[in-house]
């Protein structure tokens, strides 16, 4: 998908006019891909660290969602609820706190790519990739 020059071009096209051009985890690459991110800071996927670096974005590690001009990435999964409620607090906050508290959303994780990398528990997949929270015998 990286290189097909039509979603590329579409792109391209699509964030020149949109208020938001927006992607969760490894969707920055494909972004980047499009020349979006270049010599802008992203977030990055975690199974994919240098991907969107290797297209000239400046991969950040320690933040949720980073806002470039009207483009905005998201580390992951769970870092596009973030980024969805960011955007839904744009136009509503009133409803967007709402919604955090009807998903019983938490946003505020304790453990980010940046410090799981210093306390990085066994991965469940061969690639690295995996962060999960740090262990600990007392309460941080």
Same mark, same amino acid.
């Given at each position: 998908?990286?290189?097909?020059?039509?979603?590329?071009?579409?792109?391209?096209?699509?964030?020149?006019?949109?208020?938001?051009? %927006? /992607?969760?985890?490894?969707?920055?690459?494909?972004?980047? *891909?499009?020349? $979006?991110?270049?010599?802008?800071? #992203?977030? =990055? @996927?975690?199974?994919?660290?240098?991907?969107?670096?290797?297209?000239?974005?400046?991969?950040?590690?320690?933040?949720?969602?980073?806002?470039?001009?009207?483009?905005? %990435? /998201?580390?992951?999964?769970?870092?596009?609820?973030?980024? *969805?409620?960011? $955007?839904?607090?744009?136009?509503? #906050?009133? =409803? @967007?706190?709402?919604?955090?508290?009807?998903?019983?959303?938490?946003?505020?994780?304790?453990?980010?790519?940046?410090?799981?990398?210093?306390?990085?528990?066994?991965?469940?997949?061969?690639?690295?990739?995996?962060?999960?929270?740090?262990?600990?015998?007392?309460?941080?």
């Amino acid at each position: 998908m990286r290189a097909d020059a039509k979603l590329l071009d579409w792109l391209r096209g699509l964030t020149g006019t949109a208020s938001w051009t %927006t /992607s969760v985890c490894s969707g920055s690459v494909i972004l980047a *891909a499009a020349g $979006l991110l270049k010599d802008r800071r #992203a977030d =990055v @996927a975690l199974a994919d660290p240098s991907g969107a670096e290797g297209f000239g974005a400046i991969p950040v590690a320690d933040e949720r969602i980073v806002r470039a001009g009207n483009v905005i %990435t /998201s580390a992951g999964v769970s870092a596009g609820l973030d980024l *969805a409620l960011w $955007l839904a607090g744009k136009s509503a #906050a009133k =409803v @967007a706190q709402g919604d955090q508290l009807a998903i019983e959303y938490d946003h505020s994780p304790r453990s980010t790519p940046a410090t799981c990398r210093r306390h990085r528990l066994p991965p469940r997949r061969g690639n690295g990739s995996n962060c999960r929270r740090t262990v600990s015998s007392r309460p941080t």
